[in-house]
């Protein structure tokens, strides 16, 4: 109440200094009606401005322009000798006027632009804009703060989920998918975002949970290439090579000749296909130095460029698990235990860099040039083993 008091006395003053020039009743007519003149063209002014700005729209400005243009032109048609008595002067009605519209103005854009339940959608915008990187982690604090006091408020968990998966915070992006589908309801693509953080914040694992929320993500919407695609390596995974195979199949049948996603499907492929058939895993063909140092080639590059973060990183932490994956069974490949040791320092995974790093050596332990390129590698890195 107080602070609503501070108003009060704050508004009364300004209107008094605004208003005291117009209730004097001792200039002429002639002159009253010059200065009613110069008043209206302001307005005229300030409404256009306010148009211009937004706070007002089109056809708001328009009926004020027709209503001071009418009260302008009924100045001009004033006769000079004619005079009217204080009470019903066009500059008292002006004041009177000014004393009810400024007030009332002035709460009105407070209850839009002050308001504490103004809408999530500045705030998204602000947290998407680049610009303010360097605001971001206030941003979420303040988001993070809200949704303590206010858990059941879906938008600020829907908001700040992304921003968890852009600095590979999975669990935290998977609790807030998990809020928001919770509070404001299934869609596909929540769901997909809700599945991939899950596999994200298991390491490349697709889980039980995740496994269920992207098959109805993609029972939702069949078109979802993404969740489709983790849901076939989640056969692989299970050791279901033939189901994978088939999968993949179905897939590239319908894919378009330039999909992103169609080099990695057929490579994959092949590898299932060799597994079933009990042949060597084929390299690929850009593999890089060593028969076994497979890497992204520069189709799985130009793949990574197109797909949004979240399925980009996934993507990533697959292929450099399948690497991890092929010198567990075969060891002796230098090339591939560089790239794997570069690659988990690259995703901020040191523990798993310092292990890999452990591996290879002991992998080459009787190599002194094996060992001289790893020690030079992890002096590069910044890495101690």
Same mark, same amino acid.
């Given at each position: 109440?107080?602070?609503?008091?501070?108003?009060?006395?704050?508004?009364?003053?300004?209107?008094?200094?605004?208003?005291?020039?117009?209730?004097?009743?001792?200039?002429?007519?002639?002159?009253?009606?010059?200065?009613?003149?110069?008043?209206?063209?302001?307005?005229?002014?300030?409404?256009?401005?306010?148009?211009?700005?937004?706070?007002?729209?089109?056809?708001?400005?328009?009926?004020?322009?027709?209503?001071?243009?009418?009260?302008?032109?009924?100045?001009?048609?004033?006769?000079?000798?004619?005079?009217?008595?204080?009470?019903?002067?066009?500059?008292?009605?002006?004041?009177?006027?000014?004393?009810?519209?400024?007030?009332?103005?002035?709460?009105?854009?407070?209850?839009?632009?002050?308001?504490?339940?103004?809408?999530?959608?500045?705030?998204?915008?602000?947290?998407?804009?680049?610009?303010?990187?360097?605001?971001?982690?206030?941003?979420?604090?303040?988001?993070?703060?809200?949704?303590?006091?206010?858990?059941?408020?879906? /938008?600020?968990?829907? #908001?700040?989920?992304?921003?968890?998966?852009?600095? =590979?915070?999975? $669990?935290? +992006? &998977? %609790? @807030?998918? !998990?809020?928001?589908?919770?509070?404001?309801?299934?869609?596909?693509?929540?769901?997909?975002?809700?599945?991939?953080?899950?596999?994200?914040?298991?390491?490349?694992?697709?889980?039980?949970?995740?496994?269920?929320?992207?098959?109805?993500?993609?029972?939702?919407?069949?078109?979802?290439? /993404?969740?489709?695609? #983790?849901?076939?390596?989640?056969?692989?995974?299970? =050791?279901?090579? $033939?189901? +994978? &195979? %088939? @999968?993949? !199949?179905?897939?590239?049948?319908?894919?378009?000749?330039?999909?992103?996603?169609?080099?990695?499907?057929?490579?994959?492929?092949?590898?299932?296909?060799?597994?079933?058939?009990?042949?060597?895993?084929?390299?690929?063909?850009?593999?890089?130095?060593?028969?076994?140092?497979?890497?992204?080639?520069?189709?799985? #590059?130009?793949?990574?460029?197109?797909?949004?973060?979240?399925?980009?990183?996934?993507?990533? %932490?697959?292929?450099?698990?399948?690497?991890?994956?092929?010198?567990?069974?075969?060891?002796?490949?230098?090339?591939?235990?560089?790239?794997?040791?570069?690659?988990?320092?690259?995703?901020?995974?040191?523990?798993?860099?310092?292990?890999?790093?452990?591996?290879?050596?002991?992998?080459?332990?009787?190599?002194?040039?094996?060992?001289?390129?790893?020690?030079?590698?992890?002096?590069?890195?910044?890495?101690?083993?």
């Amino acid at each position: 109440m107080l602070l609503w008091l501070i108003f009060a006395v704050l508004t009364a003053a300004a209107l008094y200094v605004v208003l005291r020039p117009l209730m004097g009743g001792n200039a002429s007519e002639e002159s009253r009606a010059a200065f009613n003149a110069t008043v209206y063209h302001d307005q005229l002014g300030e409404v256009e401005s306010d148009r211009e700005r937004g706070l007002i729209g089109e056809g708001d400005a328009e009926a004020a322009r027709v209503e001071i243009a009418r009260r302008l032109l009924a100045t001009d048609a004033e006769k000079p000798g004619a005079k009217l008595s204080p009470s019903h002067s066009p500059t008292r009605y002006l004041a009177v006027g000014l004393a009810v519209a400024l007030p009332v103005a002035a709460l009105s854009l407070y209850f839009v632009y002050g308001s504490p339940r103004l809408p999530d959608q500045p705030l998204i915008a602000r947290l998407q804009d680049p610009a303010s990187d360097k605001n971001l982690e206030v941003l979420v604090a303040r988001v993070e703060a809200r949704l303590r006091e206010h858990p059941e408020e879906g /938008e600020g968990w829907e #908001v700040i989920a992304p921003v968890y998966m852009g600095w =590979g915070r999975y $669990a935290d +992006a &998977a %609790e @807030a998918y !998990r809020q928001t589908i919770r509070l404001l309801g299934e869609s596909p693509k929540r769901l997909a975002n809700y599945g991939e953080a899950l596999v994200l914040a298991n390491n490349g694992v697709v889980s039980e949970d995740a496994r269920k929320a992207l098959e109805r993500a993609v029972a939702l919407d069949p078109n979802l290439i /993404e969740p489709r695609l #983790v849901l076939v390596i989640a056969k692989e995974q299970d =050791g279901q090579f $033939a189901a +994978a &195979a %088939e @999968a993949w !199949r179905a897939l590239l049948a319908k894919a378009p000749a330039d999909a992103p996603w169609r080099k990695l499907v057929e490579q994959r492929l092949a590898e299932d296909e060799a597994k079933l058939a009990g042949k060597p895993v084929p390299a690929k063909p850009e593999g890089g130095p060593g028969e076994g140092a497979p890497g992204p080639s520069p189709d799985d #590059v130009a793949a990574a460029q197109k797909m949004n973060p979240a399925d980009r990183q996934a993507m990533i %932490e697959t292929m450099v698990q399948r690497l991890d994956d092929r010198l567990t069974q075969k060891g002796d490949d230098l090339a591939g235990w560089l790239k794997l040791v570069r690659a988990y320092t690259v995703l901020d995974r040191k523990d798993d860099a310092l292990k890999a790093l452990g591996r290879a050596k002991t992998q080459f332990s009787g190599n002194a040039e094996a060992l001289q390129q790893l020690d030079a590698l992890a002096a590069e890195l910044g890495l101690k083993s």
